[in-house]
């Protein structure tokens, strides 16, 4: 059986030219391309740096190569190991990468400002309503993004990402958060994760709940 790993990495390390040249050339032709469409440094760094926490957490495993494969709707898999799923997201400059042996999404996002708008137009009215009661305007900014850290990492575990609309899922935060929805019929569940300063982290995964604990990774170590 295949353990649950979550890993978080400050990206910004690979600022250093010498440091992302050697990445990049660890990197797969895949990896390579995402990182090459970024315009700015910060967000080729953490594209780059998502792909070295995968490759750390395959070294747990003991899996040596990374090649991935892709769903009908473009989700990646890896191929040739059968039976470990994986989910890479990244924000600022902060990478993240879960890893387990069932169906997965994870979504890190940075709290910052944003016209809340975008809720109204594109969350379900429950969600909006939700983020517009909160009293202060920080506390509006943290429920948008706990909102959409979890609904993006149920997009991703059933494999659709942002291919289906924000409002095809209606989160439902309680003591335990659950998500109404007619894209798949499996049952989901939801862990958050608050470790890292100005952040929020989601795990979305089918049929079991999400075992692992976030770990900092130092990506130099990853290299």
């Avoid at 400050?10 to 090459?36: C, G, H, I, N, P």
Wanted: charged share 30%; glycine share 6%; with cysteine.
């Amino acid at each position: 059986m295949v353990m649950d790993y979550l890993f978080a990495a400050d990206t910004s390390v690979l600022s250093d030219e010498a440091l992302f040249e050697a990445a990049y050339a660890r990197a797969t032709e895949d990896r390579k391309q995402k990182v090459d469409k970024y315009r700015f440094r910060r967000d080729r760094n953490a594209a780059l740096g998502a792909e070295l926490l995968l490759r750390h957490a395959l070294d747990r495993l003991g899996i040596r190569k990374l090649a991935y494969s892709y769903g009908e709707a473009g989700k990646p898999y890896l191929a040739g190991a059968d039976g470990v799923f994986f989910s890479l997201s990244h924000s600022g400059n902060y990478a993240l990468c879960a890893v387990s042996d069932g169906e997965i999404g994870a979504d890190i996002e940075t709290v910052r400002s944003v016209d809340l708008k975008i809720a109204k137009r594109f969350f379900c009215r429950s969600e909006f309503e939700d983020i517009a009661a909160q009293e202060t305007e920080e506390a509006k900014q943290e429920r948008f993004f706990r909102y959409w850290t979890l609904k993006e990492s149920f997009l991703k575990a059933v494999g659709c990402g942002l291919r289906e609309p924000m409002d095809a899922c209606e989160v439902v935060l309680r003591d335990e958060i659950s998500v109404v929805q007619k894209i798949d019929p499996r049952s989901f569940s939801f862990r958050e994760y608050d470790s890292i300063p100005g952040c929020k982290c989601a795990v979305c995964t089918a049929d079991a709940p999400f075992s692992a604990e976030l770990q900092r990774i130092n990506l130099i170590d990853c290299l």
